[in-house]
């Protein structure tokens, strides 16, 4: 009898299902601000490059999840805008690339290092979580990246549709599609 119940539990072990989660698709976004009345302009990187490894549980699959942007690729459906955020804002101080990697997660709060002019900085991002999908939201100061010239240029490019006034804070976020396989 026991020969036959230590039978069945290595069994059950071998047949096991493995599970894993994974990324299976991703958004980041931002809006900046513009106007007195802080009118939002919303906007997007078309090439990001995403390192996520499958992890057991989701929690794991996102701490060490990185995120290489390049600058070029910004997107705010209007050619015309793109091309001034790329010249007036980005390559004012040079910023090609910007760097994102989430350093921990507790709960419903992200820590999300952003590394962009050379500067690195922690940015707490809130998470909300569906069934398989997460979405994160946080706000960064450029003034913490020492971006605070690149944003007058872009407000002096942009003085009449901004009324003179382009907001140092950006809200960012991400949304991850996941999709657990098992095997």
């Known amino acids: 009898m026991?020969?036959?119940l230590l039978l069945s539990l290595v069994a059950a072990l071998t047949w096991a299902k493995e599970c894993r989660w994974?990324?299976?698709?991703?958004?980041?976004?931002w809006?900046?601000?513009?106007t007195?009345?802080?009118?939002?302009?919303?906007?997007?990187?078309?090439?990001?490059?995403?390192?996520?490894?499958?992890?057991?549980?989701?929690d794991?699959?996102?701490?060490?999840a990185s995120v290489l942007i390049d600058t070029e690729s910004v997107d705010t459906a209007n050619g015309t805008r793109n091309a001034r955020i790329v010249k007036h804002f980005?390559?004012?101080?040079?910023?090609?690339?910007?760097t994102a990697r989430i350093i921990s997660v507790d709960k419903d709060l992200a820590n999300v290092e952003i590394t962009m002019n050379?500067?690195?900085?922690t940015v707490p991002m809130r998470l909300q979580r569906e069934e398989n999908r997460i979405t994160a939201a946080g706000v960064i100061d450029l003034g913490d990246f020492k971006l605070l010239p690149s944003l007058q240029s872009l407000t002096d490019a942009c003085r009449k549709p901004h009324e003179g006034k382009t907001w140092q804070d950006v809200t960012l976020t991400f949304t991850l599609e996941v999709m657990q396989k098992c095997r």
């Open 2 to 4: 026991r020969f036959f």
């Open 22 to 29: 994974r990324v299976k698709d991703f958004d980041i976004g």
């Open 31 to 34: 809006t900046a601000f513009k």
């Open 36 to 58: 007195p009345l802080k009118l939002p302009v919303e906007g997007k990187f078309d090439a990001v490059r995403l390192s996520a490894k499958p992890k057991a549980k989701i």
């Open 60 to 64: 794991e699959l996102l701490e060490g």
């Open 90 to 98: 980005f390559k004012i101080q040079g910023v090609d690339t910007i």
């Open 118 to 121: 050379d500067t690195t900085r």
